[in-house]
């Protein structure tokens, strides 16, 4: 339980190694692959649901053999996607998700956009999806990213009917379909004038698959070979496409590389249709507007370059910056490429400038200490550089050359709040099916960050600016050099343990709060109190408590408080915690929790959350004692177990082989755990042999597509594990067995136990099964029949197994009552009526 608190209020030096933050550095091959793509004036728009539906493959050789401009605009950020790496759902695994695509765009060398969306789940139906997000909303969004990226082409991942497998899939065609129309239309968005202009796109197409026993795919259709190998990179884009794709690791999405040719096929959509390539009819060099000299300077740089002296080419592309300042008028591709020359310009120059903090944790009202590292290694002067931070400025040196290594420590005071690192996206309250963002110019972009600080410079008599976003360095022993985000928290941080206490438990069970709390301030120690916000319906009773809360700078204190300390009869609906500070002349409260997510693979990602503890007051019966659990790929339920009583064994490979199963009264597996622990079905003897003498079996869902031969040494009886799932979270059900113990013992479930489900029903359901299993539940998706098998219960000797895909992981967390209610019963099937 104290494990996942720190997760909300713990934040210090962090020692993980994340690649992706270090600062990219361009070799000699890198920057004539620039070069060449300097030439290219052109752009395409790849659209698609979810982080992981592009096709990478794609993307690499649009951006690397074409030289493209090339974008993926991702219309959700995976939200409500399973997670094989940990145990974060929702925005969390956005945030999660959000990172993985940028790692994978570093990779292929697209660009990476988002809509408002939020992935609410498996939809069923185009219809459904836009009616959740909000059509008129994510529309814009779309619209809004076309006008702004300006793509001749677009190429949806998926069709807008059935064949796309998805509601969201098929949403997303639907949406680009009608967004590349009203991109062009002045009539459509008008308040986006302000920032942009309507856009008129060459083309839209369908870039068609052959996934599984799904193949759209025909050889009438346009085909191009995207399996070649670019000798600058050192890689065919079979390659690059499996090291982009897997970075998708949290959907376990790992994949091998692929050389040789390698075939995509296009259905054209609408738009003017294409013969002989995918930009038949746009020119896509500098004489699109009406810069042809532009293609003539490029080209002399190109064959004038020197590998082993880039430097050399600092004269002409500081000529080349100029030549497009001045004569270039289309101020989109003038930007564009003007950013473009500038990266190639220092590259060659060997021309490195950072701004890093002495922490990672930015307090609002304490100081901040900023270290500026600048370095020219060539011979070739850059001067008069200075930076620019807010309303001040100051000189770094009037020259950088030979190496010379260069810094400058400021200190300065953080006037900024805790939104300035908050993901924006998550500033607001969100609507039910997409995110609230209010500033306009914010909506698509992939993260904002802290880049205010901006260097002046000059090679030769040119001025350039350069943002520079401000990092945390440090060193790890093992890991070496470590880039992380610097994070703007407010002085207090405050989360509690554990997010839902059952109030009404038979027999009763005692429940308590664990109040976490720590200051970040570099101010003296302050006292304080907690206050209690109890909220029942729309209703507020506040409760102070006159505690001494001795407060110590960087560190995590704790309180244990019972429940019942805090009200006398019926407990509130909902308990939201504020630490007060008393300060000279006033006091402040606080609430905010810091929720950090760390992997190796990506940048620690963070956002604040209210802090508050769910109360459930419905009576939940439990039985039985101890309960075996075997891991899967992550999830709440054990600490959801521990609130209901029970003592929690975890039987992880190296427990589960020597521990004596008859000790427990049930054993439940996590999530996926036949997917993620291969040597679970090794097992499969000695669990068969503790149901048959009494014990208990729970089996959460796995996906069929992972199993293999494994799903027949599951249960001790035949079974398959379909795609089916229930994705309304309100379909009806129906008690197919009524008399089945599971609904009657020791709590009697009844149709208001399936009220207030978040999000879905249930997935992966059994299918196939062995008659001497026994259904219980039916249910159904609007305009679908019923299906049985979201639980599925037999009888094996004395004791009983249980498959079922209803989404425990999802609502025991949410503290929806009927569910702890129904796994009790659950547990409760081997077990002597005491009630």
């Not at 619209?143 to 064949?163: A, E, G, L, S």
């Not at 008859?662 to 068969?688: F, P, Q, W």
């Not at 679908?784 to 000797?797: M, W």
């Amino acid at each position: 339980m104290i494990k996942h608190l720190l997760t909300i209020v713990w934040c210090g030096f962090i020692s993980l190694a994340v690649t992706a933050q270090k600062p990219k550095t361009l070799s000699s091959a890198d920057i004539l692959q620039g070069m060449q793509k300097l030439r290219v004036v052109g752009a395409v728009l790849y659209i698609a649901a979810h982080p992981d539906d592009e096709n990478t493959r794609l993307l690499a050789y649009l951006a690397n053999e074409r030289k493209l401009r090339t974008g993926y605009l991702s219309l959700t950020r995976g939200d409500g996607g399973q997670n094989l790496i940990g145990e974060e759902q929702g925005v969390s695994l956005g945030l999660i998700r959000t990172q993985e695509l940028l790692a994978a765009r570093r990779i292929d060398g697209a660009e990476q956009f988002f809509t408002r969306a939020f992935d609410f789940g498996f939809s069923k139906s185009t219809d459904e999806a836009l009616r959740t997000w909000n059509k008129e909303k994510i529309l814009s969004d779309v619209v809004w990213v076309i006008r702004r990226f300006k793509p001749d082409v677009i190429i949806t991942r998926f069709p807008p009917d059935n064949r796309a497998g998805h509601g969201h899939h098929s949403a997303s065609a639907a949406l680009a379909i009608e967004a590349f129309k009203a991109a062009a239309d002045p009539k459509r968005f008008p308040e986006q004038f302000v920032l942009t202009e309507p856009w008129q796109v060459k083309r839209i197409l369908w870039n068609t698959y052959n996934f599984g026993s799904v193949n759209t795919q025909l050889e009438d259709q346009y085909k191009i070979d995207v399996g070649k190998f670019n000798p600058l990179l050192g890689k065919g884009y079979g390659e690059i496409s499996a090291e982009s794709r897997s970075q998708h690791k949290s959907q376990g999405f790992g994949v091998p590389a692929q050389r040789g040719k390698q075939f995509e096929y296009f259905s054209h959509t609408d738009g003017v249709p294409l013969t002989n390539d995918l930009f038949d009819g746009v020119s896509t060099d500098w004489s699109r507007i009406q810069a042809a000299h532009i293609n003539v300077a490029i080209d002399s740089l190109i064959q004038q370059f020197n590998s082993l002296k880039p430097d050399a080419s600092v004269p002409g592309l500081v000529k080349l910056y100029n030549q497009v300042d001045l004569t270039v008028r289309d101020y989109y591709w003038k930007d564009k490429k003007k950013t473009e020359i500038q990266a190639l310009l220092n590259a060659c120059l060997g021309f490195y400038a950072e701004a890093v903090a002495n922490q990672q944790i930015a307090v609002t009202g304490d100081s901040l200490q900023i270290n500026f590292n600048i370095i020219n290694t060539s011979a070739y002067p850059v001067s008069d550089l200075s930076i620019e931070l807010e309303d001040t400025s100051f000189q770094i040196a009037t020259l950088a050359s030979n190496n010379e290594y260069l810094n400058k420590r400021i200190t300065r005071l953080v006037t900024e709040d805790f939104n300035k690192t908050q993901p924006y996206w998550l500033r607001e309250q969100m609507d039910t099916g997409s995110f609230t963002v209010k500033q306009q110019e914010l909506i698509g972009k992939a993260e904002l960050k802290w880049d205010d600080i901006e260097l002046r410079y000059k090679v030769g008599t040119t001025l350039f600016r350069q943002r520079i976003p401000l990092q945390y360095k440090h060193t790890d022993p093992v890991k070496g050099e470590i880039y992380q985000p610097v994070l703007v928290v407010s002085p207090i941080a405050l989360g509690v343990s554990p997010a839902v206490v059952l109030n009404n438990l038979v027999p009763k069970h005692p429940q308590s709060l664990h109040l976490f709390y720590k200051s970040y301030r570099q101010r003296d120690t302050a006292n304080g109190r907690f206050v209690f916000d109890l909220m029942t319906g729309d209703r507020n009773n506040q409760k102070s408590l006159s505690y001494r809360l001795p407060l110590q700078k960087n560190t995590l204190q704790s309180v244990v408080l019972p429940l019942d300390t805090l009200f006398n009869a019926k407990a509130p609906d909902k308990i939201y915690p504020w630490v007060e500070l008393r300060e000279p002349n006033k006091s402040v409260r606080y609430n905010n929790g810091l929720k950090l997510i760390q992997y190796d693979h990506i940048p620690t990602a963070h956002y604040f959350l209210p802090t508050s503890l769910a109360v459930i007051n419905e009576e939940i019966k439990v039985v039985g004692k101890t309960i075996g659990y075997i891991p899967g790929s992550g999830d709440a339920i054990p600490e959801a177990l521990e609130q209901m009583g029970y003592t929690v064994v975890h039987l992880d490979e190296a427990t589960l082989g020597g521990y004596n199963l008859n000790k427990l009264d049930a054993i439940i597996t996590g999530v996926r755990a036949y997917n993620v622990m291969e040597s679970l079905s090794n097992h499969y003897s000695k669990l068969m042999a503790y149901v048959e003498a009494g014990g208990n079996m729970i089996v959460q869902y796995n996906t069929s597509n992972q199993l293999g031969s494994i799903k027949s040494k599951i249960g001790p009886y035949n079974f398959n594990i379909s795609r089916t799932r229930i994705t309304d979270e309100n379909a009806p059900v129906k008690f197919v067995n009524p008399t089945h113990a599971v609904l009657n013992f020791p709590n009697k479930i009844t149709l208001k136990d399936f009220e207030g489900w978040k999000q879905e029903r249930s997935i992966y359901h059994a299918s196939d099964f062995d008659s001497r299993f026994e259904t219980i539940l039916s249910m159904n998706d609007p305009d679908e029949k019923s299906e049985e098998g979201s639980l599925i219960i037999a009888k094996f000797g004395k004791g009983y197994f249980t498959y079922t895909g209803l989404v425990f992981f999802r609502q025991l967390p949410a503290g929806v009552s009927g569910s702890y209610r129904l796994l009790a019963n659950l547990i409760g099937l081997n077990q002597k009526k005491q009630f």
